[in-house]
């Protein structure tokens, strides 16, 4: 019997090995393409989901581009859209932009800009954070800003205590897509909690005054949260002019210490998958709402009051909050009574019952329905289960 001891194997002319063999236990790490499914952790990747549409005019905390929740305090105005612009032949269609429209060019101590993606627990119970055997966790994605510098990329985790772990990206061209790759080691003191809560978030970091910018950056060992370190290694300020942008396209986090091709998955997957977190009612795709489309039925049981269910396209992650404009309860062939509130909202599985209150309808006690008003953006039913 023959045998073959290597510590690599690598092409010709290749920088780095296809394949590195740990010489002690004979375990091995391989740089495939044309990977299996399920690799990618993170949701809108490709930011295909944008259902609330452009944010204009934005001076605090809101969620753009689906899944991806905005940050800012006293650092300007901004706009936050679904561009065209993409990285070539790579298979992407869309990038979310992130545009300064009102200058902040010196941010007090405590102002910052950054945009973040939260997980939940439970689906990152595959890391095995908490043991010796804790996995490194990858993440790769295209970038492209209009000025050069370096920003913080940090990941904060929630367990027993908050820990912080950061690494440095550098924009090495200007207004020119890039790809970049880091890789964080996995955290072998602090389990991740499994649960449906904000267990891990990865942060983008834009801007920042000197109460964050203060420290050193924690890039090899996880640290218990110091403000001060989270953006000390951040230049690029892009709050300092209106021209400033920054484009994120092709994002992906996975298991292992290997970036891997992007994995592209289908409209439909991917929009169901944001619906866990927020559901718009009622839209067509071109934003407006269908002329007095019906959004649940209800039982009137006294002359304000009513009990509506509506079944969900999917299971959110919690009981949602509700907000609404321009929906009315009807009644028979009534023409119809403004909704003024909704509570005691509870969710059973892919049902919510809840409780509404509208202006008195009279004493017609039956099933009724709860319609939108005709052809309008400004329309909407808004679910939002977001971490």
């Known amino acids: 019997m023959s045998e073959i001891k290597v510590n690599s194997i690598k092409g010709v002319n290749a920088s780095s090995p296809a394949i590195s063999i740990n010489s002690s236990d004979g375990t091995c790490t391989a740089n495939i393409t044309n990977n299996l499914s399920n690799r990618r952790l993170n949701i809108n990747g490709a930011f295909q989901i944008m259902q609330r549409g452009t944010q204009s005019n934005v001076t605090t905390a809101k969620y753009g581009i689906d899944r991806f929740k905005f940050e800012v305090n006293n650092c300007g105005t901004w706009t936050l859209s679904q561009d065209t612009d993409v990285p070539s032949g790579k298979g992407f269609s869309k990038s979310y932009k992130i545009q300064c429209t009102t200058e902040d060019a010196s941010p007090a101590a405590g102002d910052y800009v950054d945009t973040r993606y939260k997980f939940e627990g439970q689906d990152l119970q595959m890391l095995q954070w908490g043991t010796s055997d804790a996995k490194p966790l990858t993440v790769s994605f295209w970038i492209k800003c209009k000025k050069t510098g370096t920003f913080n990329l940090n990941l904060l985790a929630n367990g027993a205590s908050n820990k912080s772990l950061s690494k440095v990206i550098t924009i090495s061209a200007a207004e020119t897509w890039e790809y970049k790759s880091v890789t964080f080691a996995g955290d ?98 071109d934003g407006t709402t269908p002329a007095y489309s019906i959004h649940g039925l209800a039982q009137v049981f006294s002359a304000d009051q009513f009990d509506i269910v509506v079944d969900l396209p999917v299971q959110m992650r919690a009981t949602p909050s509700v907000t609404f404009s321009n929906i009315a309860l009807h009644v028979g062939a009534g023409t119809g009574t403004t909704i003024t509130a909704f509570s005691d909202i509870g969710c059973n599985d892919m049902r919510l019952i809840f409780r509404g209150t509208a202006a008195s309808h009279g004493d017609n006690v039956g099933q009724c329905a709860i319609v939108m008003g005709n052809n309008n953006t400004s329309n909407f039913i808004h679910y939002n289960a977001e971490l």
């Open 188 to 285: 072998t003191a602090q389990a991740i909690i499994s649960d449906n809560a904000a267990r891990l978030t990865l942060i983008f970091w834009l801007d920042a005054g000197s109460n964050y910018k203060g420290g050193t950056s924690p890039t090899t060992a996880w640290e218990t949260l110091t403000s001060a370190n989270r953006a000390a290694s951040t230049t690029i300020a892009l709050a300092d002019n209106t021209a400033n942008y920054v484009n994120l396209c092709g994002l992906q986090v996975e298991s292992g210490s290997v970036a891997t091709d992007f994995e592209h998955r289908s409209y439909s997957d991917e929009l169901r998958r944001c619906q866990r977190y927020f559901l718009q009612s009622g839209k067509k795709a």
